[in-house]
């Protein structure tokens, strides 16, 4: 595991993208793994450890998250400038293809460039997304982004973590301890808080209606694999079967006792994973 950066640019100048790599360049498409909104690339350390034997992997930590940059103007922390930003990385990884892990933000971004002309995508798992998300779900994820939490040490950071993301279906304590370890940094004062921009949190503020992408989901051709918490608020089940018989058609995969989004740790989740990207 490496960890490494490139340049992304906005109207603003250049910002610097960090990224964990793992593997070796081969014969094979390299991967990359997006996390969601208010996470990083850290989040996919179990799958790309047990991955990378055979497959290059790039896990970026999207702009205002983890240890990229900040962006200096909350109106560009949008899909735009995150695709402007995995074009970068798409030539960093090399290769005429590459395949690709989102869950929740990191799964819409893989849509959108799956469904461009001439995308390099060439094999997509999606986890726990969809081309419609309710305005009720929208508005439960934007009541915790916007909210600066400051905490007086890790075990009090971890007792939060435990509580914003529960429906992740993590169950190993060591596996707590480490997401709260990527999840935060240290403040002026000495204390921490969460590792992302609560700017990334103003799109949610305002909003009146859901999320709806059905005109490029039905534009996706490459083959795709759907994973879904089966107590998810984000991709309810009716999206889910109505998404396996339209567009790309994706096989679905349910996983029990988690909610949005599952947190891609289990082995039986990374295997699913894992046979699909294999061909």
């Known amino acids: 595991m490496l960890q490494k950066s490139f340049f992304g640019h906005s109207p603003l100048g250049f910002h610097r993208v960090a990224y964990t790599e793992w593997g070796q360049a081969s014969s094979r498409p390299p991967v990359i793994c997006v996390h969601g909104l208010t996470r990083n690339g850290r989040d996919f350390d179990h799958l790309?450890?047990?991955?990378?034997?055979?497959?290059?992997?790039?896990?970026?930590?999207i702009a205002g998250r983890g240890q990229s940059d900040w962006l200096g103007d909350p109106a560009l922390y949008a899909y735009p400038q995150y695709i402007s930003d995995m074009t970068a990385l798409f030539a960093r990884a090399g290769g005429e293809q590459v395949d690709w892990v989102g869950t929740s933000m990191g799964g819409i971004l893989g849509m959108l460039l799956a469904a461009d002309t001439n995308?390099?995508?060439?094999?997509l798992v999606v986890n726990d997304v969809g081309p419609f998300i309710s305005l009720e779900a929208l508005k439960r994820i934007g009541s915790y982004v916007n909210q600066f939490v400051e905490f007086d040490d890790l075990a009090a950071a971890e007792r939060y973590m435990r509580q914003i993301y529960a429906p992740f279906g993590i169950e190993d304590d060591?596996?707590?301890?480490?997401?709260?370890?990527h999840s935060v940094r240290t403040l002026p004062n000495g204390k921490l808080g969460s590792h992302y921009d609560q700017a990334i949190g103003r799109a949610f503020l305002n909003l009146?209606?859901?999320?709806?992408?059905?005109?490029?989901?039905?534009?996706?051709?490459c083959p795709m694999l759907l994973l879904r918490?089966?107590?998810s608020d984000v991709l309810s089940s009716g999206i889910a079967l109505e998404m396996t018989q339209r567009g790309p058609k994706p096989r679905l995969i349910e996983f029990p006792n988690t909610g949005h989004a599952?947190?891609?740790?289990d082995p039986a989740q990374i295997g699913v994973i894992e046979e699909f990207l294999r061909p």
């Open 229 to 231: 918490g089966a107590q």
């Open 174 to 181: 060591e596996d707590w301890r480490r997401l709260t370890e």
């Open 119 to 123: 995308s390099p995508i060439r094999r």
């Open 48 to 61: 790309a450890a047990a991955l990378q034997v055979e497959r290059h992997l790039f896990c970026p930590d």
């Open 208 to 221: 009146e209606k859901g999320v709806d992408l059905w005109g490029v989901y039905d534009r996706i051709r």
């Open 262 to 265: 599952p947190a891609l740790i």
